[in-house]
């Protein structure tokens, strides 16, 4: 009998309401991860998508965790939002038997340097350049809810400025001062190499940083303001992140294991409620979760007679049930059809629902005393712009949580204080953007 203690490894990431890419290259980084087979348990949280930070750890079996934020600053989410919503208390947390560690963001990891290197030479390679010609942009996010989350962005401006070969090299930001649309004005060269300090190709960096550059739609390459504009990738977009990630977690003390394959493209999935839900399942040979009808065969949408496609990898699953289109919120009712995922065990068939619909069979399954969180301690524990909500009207909240939840397998618990089989807690990112938006409006 194998009596060491289980591990898991947890990345965090913003996640989006509007393009999958966001969280997209977090769930990459799980999938290479997973194949590596460094811990028990690899799995992603975000901010803005399921899992949400506050409810991953209620997934995990394992005793000792390691966190590991791929944001590009040292900065509000680090520093105010996770520790806030996943209670830690530092760079290591004890809650009960298991030991978090917390790692540090990759933003000053050596990688990222080469990265952003590479960025400009490829750009002053493809178009012929003279480097005293070019006026460098490094654009970060920022916030000035955190006057620390611009130094990343300044470090990396830094290192380009001391080898002395450009015409410029400037910093601006998405939510702080300089503003982007700024660089016209600072930079005097004929061309500008602006380089998004974003590590996933999401609607910042499709969306909403060309936007305030003024470029054209989907163009990283146009002349604005009579400059000659080259816009980059993001820096993780097709950059393989599973170094650096192992590097940042080795440095607080997690104990990853030597890499090696797995058995099945469904191992190292969280584990939380797993022994009870195939107690069930096995006594009970199907059921329902959801929009998912569920044997011990496997998986496939409820009443789907067409279930063509057979579905080999979570890879495979996640981009059909979550691009097209794309469902940020991950137990949105009407699941794509067509699909079956074959389980040839009930291991396998835990990790397909824990795809489609994470974190959820702990929630389900994990014996526990089941608490809501009041709506009022849930916005009053917010500390960027849901603390405006802190006034919201009961008609209102009525309303907005109607229209949300009513499209949500799950059930508001927290609101209607009625049971449920499959109740929900506290109210979810989802339900905090749409009410402000409603507030706003």
């Given at each position: 009998?194998?009596n060491r203690q289980k ?7 913003h ?5 999958p890419?966001?969280?997209?290259v977090v769930?990459?980084a799980v999938?290479n991860?997973r ?9 992603g ?11 991953v750890?209620?997934?995990i079996s394992a005793t ?6 791929l944001?590009t600053?040292?900065g509000y ?9 996943m209670?830690?208390n530092?760079?290591?947390t004890?809650?009960?038997e ?5 790692a540090?963001?990759?933003v000053?990891?050596?990688k990222?340097q ?10 002053i390679?493809?178009y012929?350049?003279m ?16 006057a ?6 300044e470090?990396?401006?830094g290192i ?5 070969i450009y ?6 930001f998405?939510?702080?001062d300089?503003?982007i649309i ?21 609607s910042?960096?499709t ?11 989907n ?12 816009y980059?990738?993001?820096i ?6 599973t170094?650096?990630?192992?590097d940042l977690a080795?440095?607080v003390?997690?104990p990853?294991?030597n890499?090696h ?5 469904w191992d190292?999935f969280?584990?939380?409620?797993w ?7 096995m ?13 011990i065969?496997?998986v496939r949408?409820v009443?789907?007679d ?5 579905i ?5 699953l996640?981009k059909?049930?979550?691009?097209n ?10 699941l794509?059809?067509g699909?079956f995922a ?5 291991d ?5 629902i824990?795809t489609v619909?994470?974190?959820?069979i ?7 005393n089941?608490?809501?969180?009041p709506?009022?301690?849930?916005i ?5 712009i849901y603390?405006q ?8 909240m009525?309303?907005?949580t109607?229209e ?10 927290w609101h209607n204080?009625?049971?449920?089989p ?11 953007s749409h009410?402000?938006?409603k507030?706003?409006?």
């Amino acid at each position: 009998m194998n009596n060491r203690q289980k591990t898991a490894l947890i990345l965090l990431g913003h996640g989006s309401h509007i393009s999958p890419n966001t969280a997209g290259v977090v769930w990459d980084a799980v999938d290479n991860l997973r194949h590596m087979g460094i811990a028990d348990e690899i799995t992603g949280a975000f901010w803005k998508e399921q899992p949400h930070f506050r409810t991953v750890l209620s997934s995990i079996s394992a005793t000792d965790i390691t966190l590991v934020p791929l944001f590009t600053a040292q900065g509000y989410f680090t520093q105010t939002v996770i520790p806030t919503e996943m209670n830690l208390n530092g760079q290591i947390t004890n809650q009960g038997e298991k030991i978090i560690r917390y790692a540090q963001p990759p933003v000053y990891h050596l990688k990222i340097q080469q990265i952003v290197q590479a960025r400009v030479d490829d750009a002053i390679r493809q178009y012929q350049l003279m480097p005293s010609d070019v006026g460098i942009a490094i654009i970060g996010h920022s916030t000035r809810k955190n006057a620390s989350s611009r130094q990343s962005t300044e470090y990396q401006a830094g290192i380009l400025q001391q080898k002395g070969i450009y015409g410029s090299v400037i910093t601006a930001f998405l939510d702080d001062d300089p503003p982007i649309i700024s660089i016209y004005e600072r930079i005097d060269q004929p061309t500008i190499i602006a380089i998004p300090l974003f590590l996933a190709m999401g609607s910042h960096t499709t969306i909403d940083v060309p936007e305030a550059m003024l470029l054209p739609p989907n163009c990283n390459y146009a002349y604005v303001n009579n400059k000659q504009v080259i816009y980059t990738p993001a820096i993780g977009d097709n950059n393989d992140l599973t170094d650096l990630i192992c590097d940042l977690a080795r440095d607080v003390g997690a104990p990853l294991y030597n890499p090696h394959p797995p058995k099945s493209a469904w191992d190292y999935f969280p584990r939380g409620g797993w022994e009870a839900f195939q107690t069930r399942l096995m006594h009970d040979k199907s059921l329902i979760i959801g929009d998912l009808f569920i044997t011990i065969d496997g998986v496939r949408v409820v009443d789907d007679d067409q279930a063509t496609t057979i579905i080999t990898s979570p890879a495979m699953l996640r981009k059909l049930i979550r691009e097209n289109p794309f469902r940020p919120l991950m137990t949105a009712k009407g699941l794509p059809k067509g699909w079956f995922a074959p389980a040839s065990s009930v291991d396998e068939v835990c990790a397909i629902i824990e795809t489609v619909y994470p974190a959820l069979i702990s929630h389900l399954f994990v014996d526990e005393n089941y608490q809501t969180t009041p709506i009022n301690q849930t916005i009053r524990r917010q500390t960027g712009i849901y603390r405006q909500l802190v006034n919201l009207d009961t008609t209102m909240m009525h309303i907005i949580t109607d229209e949300i939840c009513g499209d949500c397998i799950r059930q508001p618990t927290w609101h209607n204080h009625r049971a449920s089989p499959i109740a929900c807690d506290e109210a979810c990112n989802w339900w905090l953007s749409h009410a402000l938006e409603k507030v706003e409006n």
